[in-house]
């Protein structure tokens, strides 16, 4: 509608870096979303593919001088010139070694998440000497590329290095990227230059990037990787996720191959391209009998449950089981998935396995994700994939999650030990000293996607227009109201006190509030819903969110200065 252009804040998720969701307007960090999450998390990409966000794996970037960064017979003098993307943040890495020995910047220690193909690239420009070292897997010669800056060239290319190339820029950068195959499990990360006498020879450095896979990704910046905004495209458009933190406690979640997991006249055929993009789903073959991989986590009696895996169909009966058990059969969870046609068979129950949901979505490429909730009186849960004498089955697997919670959250990788993701937050603030609203009132409109019927995890914190980032005493929410399987409700707090004005109905919802000093309006989907319930406060100073309670999938955001008419609210809200 019109009105979009008189808006003092528009958000339509896209654009973003560390700590940052970036809005359409204003241009400036008046607008800028603050997001907090202190810990990684995963998306589905505009690709569909699912991709830890953020998908580069080196930390401090742009910062070679950085801790994180090893620096080994040379020394590294920061921000020495422009760096490709004009800023004056690139580093100068000089070699103080009189032999022909390799100098290096690099970065030692586990930090993928698993073997196999990987892709780095840097960025480079010559100064004193001629010759650049890009290597993978530790100091191993199979994983190195040396590049030729008078011949624009890779030579001397190790075994293990799949393919090389290059990206020629402006001031005479370049970036380079080669990928390998990466076989071990402690890893050196390393921009080596190969210059033998004199000592001062030297290249500049900028923006190191490593990507799971072999194609290298935008460029994206990083400090310590752990504050990035998701922009989640599992519903077909961006949409800005927020999730309340939850733990995986399964063990080696992306390999089922691993000794966590038990396995009975399972046959393993090959590795696959799991839903990530990555060679490490597997592939199995199961007997006409009972086959299964089994994983045993550590659970709480009488909690709620979700345990869930990505699986693709190959051949024979095309159907699984997805069970979550005691292991003994006395009680269980169990669930059928045909993945030839993505559906799911009916719950079933053993023992004290009372009550329970599943679900079968696709995720793209033939892959579905399976997941089984439920209470169990058990203290330790076993998670089994099993074809239950239905017949042989030829399948994939890959994903496995077992989280405290009534649904699934997305995707928490794990190896040696359970991994936590933290709960998504974010704030702007001085909305009212900027002019965002005004002591005349204002109007708050939100777009929510998926907006189903969830249990809460835990307390009530949620999405509000309020006078604190935190805790708000007066403000307008939307939360989840507390109820079992509830959608969202839209309210006021006045002096602490929450009062729930309107409970959503629809998976899709536009919402508009306004209000003028003395009372406010709801709109829902084009209707007014509330009329003038009484709300004296103006200058709340806070946009902002706290997820506990259930996720939100946010398709745009706006705010006006002013209280919208009725007719505007409703065409809004269409």
């Known amino acids: 509608m019109s009105k979009f252009s008189d808006a003092t804040l528009y958000l339509a998720p896209s654009g973003y870096k560390e700590g940052i969701l970036f809005p359409q307007k204003p241009l400036s960090t008046n607008g800028e979303i603050s997001f907090t999450r202190t810990s990684s998390a995963w998306r589905t990409n505009i690709e569909g593919q699912v991709e830890e966000v953020c998908y580069n794996l080196a930390q401090y970037s742009e910062e070679f001088d950085n801790a994180y960064w090893t620096k080994a017979l040379g020394t590294l003098t920061s921000n020495v010139i422009n760096a490709p993307n004009g800023t004056l943040t690139a580093d100068l890495f000089t070699k103080t070694s009189a032999v022909n020995t390799v100098s290096q910047v690099s970065r030692s220690g586990s930090v993928y998440l698993q073997t196999g193909i990987h892709t780095l690239s ?13 290597r993978l897997d530790n100091n191993d010669n199979t994983a190195n590329a040396q590049w030729n800056f008078s011949t624009k060239s890779f030579t001397n290319i190790g075994a293990n290095i799949i393919s090389s190339s290059f990206e020629e820029l402006s001031n005479g950068w370049f970036r380079l990227i080669v990928t390998g195959n990466v076989t071990s499990t402690t890893w050196s ?18 923006g190191a990037q490593l990507v799971k896979g072999s194609l290298p990704k935008p460029y994206l910046s990083t ?33 089922f191959q691993n000794a966590s997991w038990g396995k009975s006249t399972l046959t393993f055929n090959s590795t696959e391209t799991a839903p990530d993009g990555t060679s490490s789903a597997r592939n199995y073959s199961t007997a006409g009998a009972f086959s299964y991989a089994l994983q045993v986590v550590s659970v709480v009696s009488g909690q709620y449950y979700t345990s869930s895996c990505y699986l693709k169909y190959t051949s024979g009966v095309g159907s699984l089981a997805v069970r979550f058990t005691d292991g003994t059969s006395v009680n269980f969870i169990s669930v059928t998935a045909n993945l030839i046609n993505g559906t799911i068979g009916s719950v079933s129950y053993g023992g004290n396995g009372a009550n329970g949901t599943a679900t079968i979505t696709s995720v793209g490429d033939g892959w579905y994700r399976v997941t089984v909730s439920g209470t169990l009186t058990i203290a330790n849960a076993g998670f089994i994939v099993s074809n239950l004498g239905l017949g042989a089955t030829t399948f994939s697997v890959w994903g496995g999650q077992v989280e405290l919670g009534a649904y699934p959250s997305t995707y928490i990788p794990t190896t040696s030990s359970a991994v936590t993701r933290l709960a998504d937050s974010f704030s702007r603030g001085n909305i009212f000293t900027n002019n965002l609203i005004s002591s005349s009132g204002g109007t708050w409109f939100v777009e929510l996607q998926n907006n189903l019927a969830y249990t809460r995890d ?9 006078d604190s980032s935190t805790a708000p005493s007066n403000s ?4 989840n109201g507390g109820a079992a399987n509830a959608l969202l409700t839209i309210g006021k707090r006045i002096s602490n006190t929450f009062t729930g004005l309107y409970n959503t109905t ?3 919802v536009k919402i508009a509030v306004k209000w003028n000093g003395t009372s406010a309006d709801v709109f829902v989907n084009g209707t007014k819903q509330i009329s003038a319930t009484a709300f004296s406060i103006t200058n709340m100073e806070f946009l902002a969110a706290k997820t506990e309670d259930v996720p939100k999938y946010i398709q745009q955001m706006a ?5 919208l008419t009725d007719a505007q609210c409703q065409e809004l809200t269409l």
């Open 223 to 255: 400090t310590n990787r752990q504050n990035f905004p998701r922009v989640d495209y599992s519903l077909g458009t961006g949409t800005f996720l927020l999730e309340p933190q939850r733990t995986n406690l399964m063990l080696n979640s992306g390999d």
């Open 458 to 466: 835990a307390g009530n914190q949620n999405l509000w227009v309020g």
């Open 559 to 563: 705010l006006w200065r002013t209280p």
């Open 122 to 134: 840097v960025y480079a420009k010559q100064n004193v000497g001629n010759l650049l070292l890009l």
């Open 476 to 479: 307008f929410e939307i939360r």
């Open 189 to 206: 990360i390393s921009i080596a230059n190969l210059f033998a006498n004199p000592t001062n020879d030297s290249v500049y450095i900028w």
């Open 506 to 508: 629809t998976s899709t």
